[in-house]
T-cell receptor
Framework: EAGVTQFPSHSVIEKGQTVTLRCDPI?????LYWYRRVMGKEIKFLLH????????ESGMPNNRFLAERTGGTYSTLKVQPAELEDSGVYFCASSQDRVWWTEAFFGQGTRLTVV | TQLLEQSPQFLSIQEGENLTVYCNSSSVFSSLQWYRQEPGEGPVLLVT?????EVKKLKRLTFQFGDARKDSSLHITAAQPGDTGLYLCAGGPEADTDKLIFGTGTRLQVFP
């Protein structure tokens, strides 16, 4: 069974450009999460989808970040325009049920560098 | 804001030694998870503890949740080079959310 897959693995963009990160969850997992780790800091929650609906987006830093999950399958996280402080590793995770009932599986992450 | 402090931040030991990693907070968590992360990969769940005072063992790893559900520890017996990695605790979820609060991490290096 394929795990959580994220694209691209690495992205280097200039300040002001747009970047779109993609996450393919494990098939059948209704719950999809985005987290990120900025340099020297702990991993922090961004948002949670249940199917195509945003269940919790309290961790989204500002309106330059837009997450979508069309059809309840893969998800995209767009950063527009990117700023230097957006650099970090963005993780996606998926779970079959709520995280206190079942395990969440993480992707390998997308390392975003804004120069 | 709930925070989880891990100590030590870095740990370098020889194969065969024992070690303990601590995860502390002033907040109460409904559960506590431990993950291990290797370079270029995402965190992988090791264990979830949900009851105050709970102890779980996974081969040479022993996990304990504090009685007050504010802290946890991970003890590794006879560490091996394969135990090398970043260990993360994560508390949660917060009430009515699925948000996990991650700790600051402990980077472990086990030398042969």
């Amino acid at each position: 069974e394929a795990g959580v897959t994220q694209f691209p693995s690495h992205s280097v963009i200039e300040k002001g450009q747009t970047v779109t990160l993609r996450c393919d969850p494990i098939s059948g997992h209704d719950n999809l999460y985005w987290y990120r780790r900025v340099m020297g800091k702990e991993i922090k929650f961004l948002l949670h989808f249940v199917k195509e609906s945003k269940q919790d987006e309290s961790g989204m830093p500002n309106n330059r970040f837009l997450a979508e999950r069309t059809g309840g399958t893969y998800s995209t996280l767009k950063v527009q325009p990117a700023e230097l402080e957006d650099s970090g590793v963005y993780f996606c995770a998926s779970s079959q049920d709520r995280v206190w009932w079942t395990e969440a599986f993480f992707g390998q992450g997308t390392r975003l560098t804004v120069v | 804001t709930q925070l989880l402090e891990q100590s030590p931040q870095f740990l370098s030991i020889q194969e065969g030694e024992n070690l303990t990693v601590y995860c502390n907070s002033s907040s109460v968590f409904s559960s506590l998870q431990w993950y291990r992360q290797e370079p270029g990969e995402g965190p992988v769940l090791l264990v979830t503890v949900v009851t105050g005072g709970e102890v779980k063992k996974l081969k040479r790893l022993t996990f304990q949740f504090g009685d007050a559900r504010k802290d946890s520890s991970l003890h590794i017996t006879a560490a091996q080079p394969g135990d090398t990695g970043l260990y993360l605790c994560a508390g949660g979820p917060e009430a009515d959310t699925d948000k996990l609060i991650f700790g600051t991490g402990t980077r472990l290096q086990v030398f042969p």
